[in-house]
């Protein structure tokens, strides 16, 4: 199945430093969506954007939508310790209701 | 409100059985959706329901199927299992409003085939 290419695969930071990772596609997007998985549990949602060149912050997070419609990505400053997991994107269209279409993702480790 | 709820959260089964796995919905979402994760495949659509009827549906083989109900929970079911079907099932509600369509996932359900 088609998935996102997502970059960073993984990151080994320190706490306190800031992090960004992209999302790309070679299709466009109407939705994008940031969220973050710990393990053995469900993506939990982070950012929604829903406009080309949209920009969205949720505390230390902040997530742009791409003016091509086919990226995006997901700004964390001050990295804190409970940062870890892994990050996703996912893109939608309208034409296809629900359907999301995942990035590879993204595993955040910060060190102390 | 509740948040998205999966049952069982854990499941063992062998090959050439078959499973029905549990998604009941945020309170108000009409839209459920189903998603396979796997290693290799990462995070994959499996279909939609929406008031009952399937809206959309991924590149699954025909084993794999679900229902909707009329207070919005779902069901998903996986015929003849194989070893490759072990995989963290996740469920998704939605709330549809202007336009947009944010997606609230459940914790999922862990499933090994044996």
């Known amino acids: 199945g088609q998935q996102l290419n997502q970059s960073p695969q993984s990151m080994f930071i320190q706490e306190g430093e800031d992090v960004s990772m992209n999302c790309t596609s070679s299709?466009?997007?109407?939705?994008w969506l940031w969220y973050k998985q710990d393990p053995g549990e469900g993506p939990v949602l982070l950012i929604a954007l829903y406009k080309a060149g949209e920009l969205t912050s949720n505390g230390r997070l902040t997530a742009q939508f791409g003016i091509t419609r086919k990226d995006s990505f997901l700004n964390i400053s001050a990295s804190i310790p409970s940062d870890v997991g892994i990050y996703f994107c996912a893109g939608r269209n309208t034409g296809t209701a629900s359907k999301l279409t995942f990035g590879t993702g993204t595993r955040l480790q910060v060190t102390l | 409100k509740a948040g998205v709820t999966q049952t069982p959260r854990y499941l063992i089964k062998t090959r050439g059985q078959q499973v029905t796995l549990s998604c009941s919905p945020i309170?108000?979402?009409?839209?459920v959706s189903w998603y396979q994760q796997t290693p290799g495949q990462g995070l994959q659509f499996l279909f939609e329901y929406f008031s009952e009827t399937q809206r959309n549906k991924g590149n699954f083989p025909g084993r794999f199927s679900g229902r909707q109900f009329s207070n919005s929970r779902s069901e998903m079911n996986v015929s003849t299992l194989e070893l490759g079907d072990s995989a963290l099932y996740l469920c998704a509600s939605s709330w549809t409003s202007g336009g947009r369509d944010t997606q609230y996932f459940g914790p999922g359900t862990r499933l090994t085939v044996l």
């Open positions: 299709s466009i997007f109407n939705t």
């Open positions: 309170s108000g979402h009409r839209s």
